[in-house]
């Protein structure tokens, strides 16, 4: 079976990574649906490996958190239960982002249940070394999550804020207006001045702008967990690593000191292990009847 060459997989990946679905990347490159959807999965597995690998020891000292939705197959309220054991209904992706370097120090897939919030801010106090400054929204699963995973040892504030509703139908689809914050401190002494959501509120823009399954109001959304999963760890990889930050002027992970060049896309799909070699088999002469 031929091989897709290291410069089309590159093509392939930053297609992907700058907003295109899998249709759209399968016209601009002409490399075939499932060559693209495999090469999905293989880079995927490999940009979780490299997270999981690479982001320990960060030192962090003001971490904020967040969960952003998209869905798998349909809505939840247009799943059957058949369709909920493949993984369809609402997905919600917990990210964990360091203000200072703007580095993401973890992401989880899931629910937004209190399972998911246990796993995420495990994993997330397993990374970071000193005491950070904690800030989340009011999703009350955080309050025993970040307990459990830090205890002590971390300043934790909720920032509620507070929308106003909408009265023209029109707008429905527009974000409500923010009319007030509400700071809550939860443990420790956290200061007011850095208690903010704001720069994983962006990023978590950045991701509805970066891929395709997360835009609003269309037919791009993924259509199993798995891929849903492979493309935001594919995300994660390229925002940390290769995509230089507009204010840093370096990579979060440049800033972070995990790495001290930039990466390209082209170290990504190095990644990929290679295939090995079949050795052909002795040749035999065919005897005519």
């Given at each position: ?5 290291t ?10 990574c ?25 880079i995927?597995?490999v ?8 982001v ?11 969960e ?8 939840k309220k ?6 909920e ?6 997905v ?14 973890t992401?989880?897939v ?8 246990f ?9 970071i ?10 999703h009350r699963?955080?309050l ?5 995973a830090?205890?002590?040892?971390a ?5 509620h804020?507070?929308?106003?509703a ?44 970066s891929?395709?399954?997360?835009t ?8 199993k ?27 979060p ?12 896309v ?16 002795p040749?035999?002469k065919?005897?005519?009847?």
């Amino acid at each position: 079976m031929k091989q897709l060459s290291t410069s089309q997989r590159a093509q392939v990946i930053r297609c992907l990574c700058e907003g295109n679905s899998i249709r759209s990347t399968v016209r601009i490159t002409g490399v075939a649906k499932n060559t693209v959807a495999r090469l999905l999965c293989e880079i995927g597995c490999v940009c979780a490996d490299l997270h999981h690998r690479t982001v320990r020891g960060v030192p962090v000292r003001r971490l904020q958190c967040d969960e952003i939705w998209s869905f798998v197959g349909a809505k939840k309220k247009n799943v059957t239960a058949e369709q909920e054991q493949f993984g369809w209904g609402d997905v919600w992706t917990w990210t964990a982002i360091d203000a200072d370097t703007k580095l993401c120090v973890t992401f989880h897939v899931g629910d937004r249940g209190k399972h998911s919030a246990f796993a995420f801010m495990d994993d997330c106090a397993s990374r970071i070394v000193g005491k950070p400054q904690i800030t989340t929204d009011a999703h009350r699963p955080y309050l025993a999550a970040v307990e459990k995973a830090f205890g002590g040892d971390a300043d934790y504030a909720m920032l509620h804020k507070i929308y106003g509703a909408s009265g023209e139908p029109e707008t429905r689809y527009s974000p409500a207006t923010c009319i007030g914050c509400d700071m809550k401190t939860v443990s420790g002494v956290p200061d007011p001045k850095h208690v903010s959501t704001s720069f994983v509120e962006r990023q978590n823009l950045t991701m509805r702008m970066s891929m395709r399954r997360f835009t609003r109001l269309t037919n791009g959304f993924s259509k199993k967990v798995e891929n849903h999963g492979h493309a935001v760890a594919l995300y994660f990889a390229y925002y940390n690593f290769v995509r230089v930050h507009q204010t840093l002027r370096v990579t979060p992970a440049m800033e972070a000191g995990l790495t001290d060049h930039v990466w390209n896309v082209e170290d990504l799909v190095a990644l990929i292990p290679q295939p090995a070699a079949k050795k052909r088999g002795p040749y035999k002469k065919t005897t005519e009847a």
